[in-house]
């Protein structure tokens, strides 16, 4: 976060995308720093990984639990290190390569168990390489300009972009609309998919497991907090409120 | 198993506290860090240019007789910076303050007010008294005019035109 905060002037809200480009560039004084904590974070998970790696009492707890098969991963659609962890090596960096990832491919790290321990060491490998790709792109990095001049954006025009975020491929859509501003945006954040294949990671778990469970996709609940019910025999949709959610958690 | 444990209880006692004893030692933003935004009211004309950059629409501008107000509802500001970056005369800075914590949205708010002037012809208030006086000193430099069009700039673009409009109908009867 002191990283992002130095890059961008803000912890959390970067404000670094415009419509034309980025609003800041990266400083001669900022790229020594990005590789001190870069690499301080390198070494910091070696020996994490390296201490984990032959911790029996964590394999007890993590492998062979909620395991995701391969063939239910693409039946589900999952994205991310959810489907890489089931075997499905798919990633949009690699698959639709866009931005700078062309020139600095990553490699897509799968593993074929699909247990909660599988998706933990899709996640550390990744991490791995995400440092390998930001020290290849500052190597390569050229000056030049960071922002192409926009002047009007022509309203009721639409946009849709995909990105691999760290959860998986994350799609935005925007329709513009007058006044340089956007009319509507829709976002499908990738714990949207990812979680509708918790419950197949569930069945025949003990309660005791569901929380690893569920934390081992990285759910982001902020970004699903609504539920429908489809009801395939009524042929009816049912949107459920946050207050009806409630009271029906508090039922037994 | 047991060096595992070994590696893992090592890792901690490396590190043994990460966190800041944060409030009783102050830690400073990173350089060019966007806080708070703080406004300069000698330097403000009332061109309402921030009102229009704001992403979330959190500048509200009313014009209410001789006074044009400035609502800023920070409350909701993401520290963007768009405001700050397309003033024209540098009113708007982002300071480095941080530490917004409040019970009450409404404190961080700002209100600003700058007197309007009154068109010469009908009365009504059309733009601030600032922007007339930075054009009246401006457009002199800028572009050669008869001193007499300056009056152009105390009436409102209603009358001017009105003004207009009869002049060359009596041009051309």
Redesign the interface.
Known sequence: MWLCELITGNRKTYGMNLIGGVRRDITAEQYPKILEVVGKIEAQLKELVNAIAGDTTLHLRLKNVGVLPREAARQLCPVGPTARGSGVAIDSRVNHPYAAYPETPPKVITKPEGDVWARTLVRLEETFESIRVVKQALEQMLPGEIMAEVKEIPPWQEGISYVEAPRGEAIHYVLTGPDNRPYRWRVRAPTYTNLQSIPTMLKGNFIADAPIIIGSIDPCFSCTERLEVVDTKAKKIRVYSQNELREMSKKR | ?L???L??A??CFKNLRVTLPYPAQSAP??????GRLEIDIDKCIGCGACA?AC?PRLINIVDLDTKRTFEFALGKC?????CAEICPEQAIT?SREFELATENKSDLNITMELTMVKCQECGTAFTTQRIRDKLMAVLPEKIEIEPAALDWLKLCPDCRRLQEVHKLTEAGT
């Open positions: 198993m060096g595992s444990k590696k893992e090592l890792i933003p990173a350089e060019g860090f966007r229009i992403p993401t520290y963007c910076a768009r982002m």
